[in-house]
């Protein structure tokens, strides 16, 4: 994200920032409906640990309630269904397909939240670039979320780290969620210091080779953004420094000195990068000895923007965000901010990552308590992910037919049950929390499977035809580096999606209007029929043509033709995301990232459980503020 748009913000943040304690206390919520929403619950395992006695709280609700499993969206990925949840449309109206969108006519990817649009023009004078006008951040999310409408009949809303909530909407309170962008403007990108090289490193890491003097001290940078005034950005820049201890390191960042042993995280770290002229903008990081001395090796997180004076709006009214850290101090503000790929490229171990995710954790309790005794909205909504990012990376401890489960440690195994006794723990406090008129709803967007073996779909296209490389070519790289669209009819980008080459859609299609149907249906029977050869278990359990699940969406371009939902043990492989033809068809999952959702969705129901007996039946989780609109008096 270019800075020079987050700076336009600036002036506006502060006057609002001035007056966000202003005014008269707002009179208390009589009565509220309480939405909390535990990211990728799973019905059959949160059944398991009640009937084990170790969810005495999620018992008592269904006992004194209703639970039920809650049919997800399709595909069943998190801003698919959040989306859902918010609009009460499905994915053909709220516009938001995957976790990535492609460009119709570069075959590219795109992150599918939000949108960034810069400033129309800019005047460059003596060496520098300066903005006329302020760019533009859209939620790509379309229609009208219920808490919006809420707000419009006369309620309150007060709404905690939602996803696809960035931007945040405009109403009583909002702290933004999936879809924040760290300073550098990605979704999480951390920094790797070390003194060897590393086997592997993924998009999401800047590796930075270090070498010690020979009193053992490193001198090294943090890059931050480009200064967003340069005609010719280059990253800003703020100097690290590492020092032996006689164990551990003393790490220098900016004018911040913090000494850590090795496994032990910093306390929160404010850095300060000048941009050209009398301005500066501030993020936040945490930082991690991975490794002693000799061989150092230091892990710095995404820079986070900082809630104390947020570079871009995260939260509504612009000032809250401040408000909430001098309450409970900093926080992770990035709305994605556990470090699953740093775990996945093995780059932190276990223990170091769960005890990041208890940090994460504790914010969000501080901020969710916080909204819940301040007791001034009729309605409050918040989400925990700690429940989706532990499934994700632990669910070999789950699976003994994993191929990572043998090399988890036995006290990493119940890593899931854990959090899940965490979960039953907040919704106690939260239960003590309530008021005797105030209606709770406990839901979850999707449950879980595991994730065995990584499926190369754009291989199988290959294979099978559909998908043509240039001559000579075997394999391709990211964004279809190789294909041949001239010969090519279809292709896959995204977790669950496939894509027709249409004339006339795509930049180079090919395939007419009237050949659409036919080959839609010759390749969902193709892969509704593959099996395994290593197993012969199926591959595929069914695939939705897009036009039937998304009705009304024959005018969009973005609409997937085809939505794969895969069986239970596989899942699109990382390379399939992003556009990626490999040699292998079907590997297996080697990564720690071992559980997953992106399948046939019946496969993977979230959960709803209730304070009262439903009046009308509830069968996805686009249906949940229908169900609480009713109680809201």
């Known amino acids: 994200m270019p800075l020079a748009r987050l700076l336009g913000a600036a002036a506006l943040i502060c006057a609002v920032f001035a007056l966000a304690g202003c005014g008269a206390e707002p009179a208390p919520a009589e009565q509220r409906v309480v939405i909390l929403g535990f990211d990728g619950m799973d019905p059959v395992l949160a059944q398991r640990w ?15 309630g ?14 698919v269904a959040w989306s859902d949840f918010a609009t009460g449309e499905h994915a053909g109206s709220h516009g938001i397909f995957d976790f990535l969108r492609r460009d119709p006519e570069t075959y590219g990817p795109q992150f599918s939240i939000s949108e960034n649009i810069p400033p129309e023009s800019h005047l460059d004078l003596f060496g520098l670039s300066i903005p006329l006008g302020e760019g533009q951040v859209l939620n790509r999310r379309q229609g ?31 702290l933004s969620g999936m879809g924040v962008p760290d300073l550098l403007g990605t979704q999480g990108t951390y920094t790797f210091y070390t003194t060897t090289r590393l086997e592997k490193s993924g998009s999401s890491t800047r590796v930075v080779r270090v070498r010690p003097d020979r009193d053992g001290t490193i001198e090294s940078v943090l890059e931050g953004p480009p200064d967003p005034l340069r005609t010719e950005p280059e990253p800003m820049r703020v100097p690290l420094v590492i020092s032996p201890l006689e164990t551990g390191a003393r790490v220098s960042l900016g004018d911040v000195e913090t000494e850590l042993q090795p496994g032990q995280w910093s306390d929160w770290v404010r850095v300060t990068f000048d941009v050209t002229g009398p301005v500066n903008v501030t993020g936040t990081v945490r930082m991690l000895l991975v490794q002693d001395y000799p061989r150092p090796r230091l892990y710095v997180s995404p820079i986070q923007i900082d809630p104390m004076s947020p570079a871009v709006p995260i939260s509504s009214p612009p000032g809250y965000a401040a408000e909430l850290a001098e309450r409970i101090g900093l926080y992770h503000t990035i709305g994605m901010p556990e470090e699953t790929w740093s775990l996945n490229e093995e780059h932190i171990s276990d223990a170091a990552w769960l005890e990041m995710l208890k940090t994460i954790l504790a914010e969000r309790e501080a901020m969710w308590y916080d909204t819940l005794d301040r007791n001034d909205s009729e309605v409050v909504v918040g989400v925990f992910v700690q429940t989706d990012r532990v499934s994700h990376m632990f669910y070999r401890g789950l699976d003994p037919e994993h191929p990572r489960f043998d090399d988890t440690l036995p006290e ?22 309530l008021g005797p008129e105030d209606e709770l709803l406990v839901i979850s967007d999707h449950g879980f499977a595991p994730f065995r073996k990584a499926v190369h779909l754009n291989r199988w296209l290959v294979d099978n035809d559909y998908l043509v490389l240039d001559e000579g070519r075997e394999e391709s790289d990211v964004v279809f580096s190789a294909v041949d669209w001239s010969r090519s009819r279809a292709y896959a980008l995204g977790l669950n999606g496939l894509f027709i080459n249409r004339a006339g859609r795509e930049g180079q299609g090919i395939v007419a209007v009237g050949e659409v149907e036919t080959l839609k249906h010759e390749i969902m029977s193709a892969l509704e029929a593959w099996n395994d050869a ?13 036009l039937d699940i998304y009705p009304g969406g024959e005018d969009n371009a973005e609409t997937p033709d085809l939505v794969i939902g895969y069986h239970s043990g596989y899942r699109a492989s990382w390379q399939t995301t992003l556009g990626a033809v490999p040699a292998a068809l079907i590997e297996p999952n080697a990564q720690k990232w071992s559980g997953d959702h992106c399948i046939d969705p019946h496969l993977v129901p979230g959960v709803l459980f209730t304070s009262f007996k439903p009046d009308r039946e509830v069968l996805s989780i686009k249906d949940i503020w229908t169900l609480a609109e009713g109680r809201v008096h």
């Open 144 to 174: 009208v979320a219920f808490w919006t409408e809420a707000e419009q009949q006369g309620k309150r809303a007060s709404v905690l780290r939602v996803p696809v909530t960035y931007p945040p909407d405009e109403i009583h309170r909002m």
């Open 50 to 64: 009640m009937d084990e006695g170790k969810l005495p709280n999620f018992s008592r609700l269904a006992e004194s």
């Open 534 to 546: 290593e197993t012969g278990d199926p591959v595929v359990r069914t695939v939705f043509d897009g």
């Open 66 to 79: 209703h639970f039920q499993p809650l049919g997800t969206s399709n595909p069943p990925q998190s801003p």
């Open 412 to 433: 990493h195994r119940d890593a899931i049950e854990w959090i899940y006794t965490e979960a039953d723990r907040i919704l106690g406090e939260t239960m003590e929390r």
